[in-house]
């Protein structure tokens, strides 16, 4: 099936460190969304968007809606151990209409 | 107030099999999904259902797969003749209407040996 791309597929960041991730489509999205994934459990919505150039901050997390509507990125300041899991980006063609579809994800490992 | 949850959390099986996993969605909400996520894979949608019909099943990847939910709550995901390939975590996710916010479970482990 269709699938965002999504990098860097894994990072390993200092306690403290900021990190930034991103996903882009050769689609047009007209939502874009962020999740994370801890072992075992399913995703957790972290941010949405739903307008091209949208900035949204939830915390320490930032995430924007790009202006060609063909990615993302999701950032996180000053990391902490509990930040650790899978970060997934998802899309959606036609909001309300089309299912969601999902990155690969990325691996965040954080070194107290 | 509870989330989503599935059961079982973990099925092995062999070959040939068949299997069925359940799904029981957060009280009140009207739109259920399935989802598959292979390892190192992000979630690939399968089907959903808006109340008791399945109003796009077009991710379901065989006529092997089936999913019901008879009476508009808990749904069955059914997976007849299992193959090596069926293997994966399946997620089940709902949400209040169709296009909010989804609330995924935990996960089915299906393991076929």
């Known amino acids: 099936g269709q699938q965002l791309n999504q990098s860097p597929q894994s990072m390993f960041i200092q306690e403290g460190e900021d990190v930034s991730m991103n996903c882009t489509s050769s689609?047009?999205?007209?939502?874009w969304l962020w999740y994370k994934q801890d072992p075992g459990e399913g995703p957790v919505l972290l941010i949405a968007l739903y307008k091209a150039g949208e900035l949204t901050s939830n915390g320490r997390l930032t995430a924007q809606f790009g202006i060609t509507r063909k990615d993302s990125f999701l950032n996180i300041s000053a990391s902490i151990p509990s930040d650790v899991g899978i970060y997934f980006c998802a899309g959606q063609e036609n909001s309300g209409n089309t299912p969601l579809v999902f990155g690969k994800g990325t691996r965040l490992s954080v070194i107290a | 107030g509870a989330g989503v949850s599935q059961t079982p959390s973990n099925k092995v099986t062999e070959k040939g099999k068949y299997v069925e996993l359940r799904c029981d969605p957060i009280s009140g909400h009207t739109a259920l999904y399935w989802y598959r996520q292979s390892l190192g894979q992000g979630p690939e949608f399968l089907i959903y259902?808006?109340?008791?019909?399945?109003?796009?099943d077009s991710g379901l990847p065989n006529d092997r797969f089936f999913a019901v939910r008879p009476e508009g709550s808990v749904s069955t995901l059914k997976i007849q003749r299992t193959e090596r390939g069926d293997s994966a975590v399946y997620l089940c996710?709902?949400?209040?209407?169709?296009?909010?916010?989804?609330?995924f479970g935990p996960g089915t482990r299906l393991l076929v040996l």
């Open positions: 259902f808006q109340g008791t019909g399945a109003a796009d």
């Open positions: 996710a709902s949400s209040l209407n169709w296009g909010e916010t989804q609330y």
């Open positions: 689609s047009i999205f007209n939502t």
